[in-house]
């Protein structure tokens, strides 16, 4: 927004607040801006999609890693807690 002649930060508030004031004809024309500003929320299927094309893992791993993994898994299953962000090396 200008405020005495340079480009400031716009608040949303302002933004709304023209918003609101647009006539009916011209939310179709924001809309359509917004809509190319703003990055797309992918769907739960697309997101699936991106997981099944993902390729597998194919590094080894090695004893001690597939035991951590197996106690995550038995835990998670046993009482659904997952392990403290501090707790991993």
């Known amino acids: ?3 005495d ?3 400031g930060m716009a ?5 709304i607040d ?6 009916p004809e011209d939310l179709d024309v924001v ?3 917004l809509e190319r500003l703003v ?8 997101l699936q999609a991106r997981w099944d094309a993902t390729p597998p893992d194919d590094e080894p ?3 001690d890693t597939a035991r951590e993994i197996a106690e995550a898994f038995a835990r998670w299953n046993r009482d659904r807690t997952g ?3 501090g707790d991993v090396e």
């Open 31 to 33: 809309k359509a801006l």
């Open 11 to 15: 608040t949303k508030e302002q933004v």
């Open 61 to 63: 791993v090695s004893e």
């Open 83 to 85: 392990v403290a962000h």
């Open 18 to 23: 023209l918003v609101h004031r647009l006539s």
């Open 5 to 7: 002649g340079v480009m």
């Open 39 to 46: 990055p797309p929320v992918p769907t739960l299927d697309e």
């Open 1 to 3: 927004m200008l405020v």
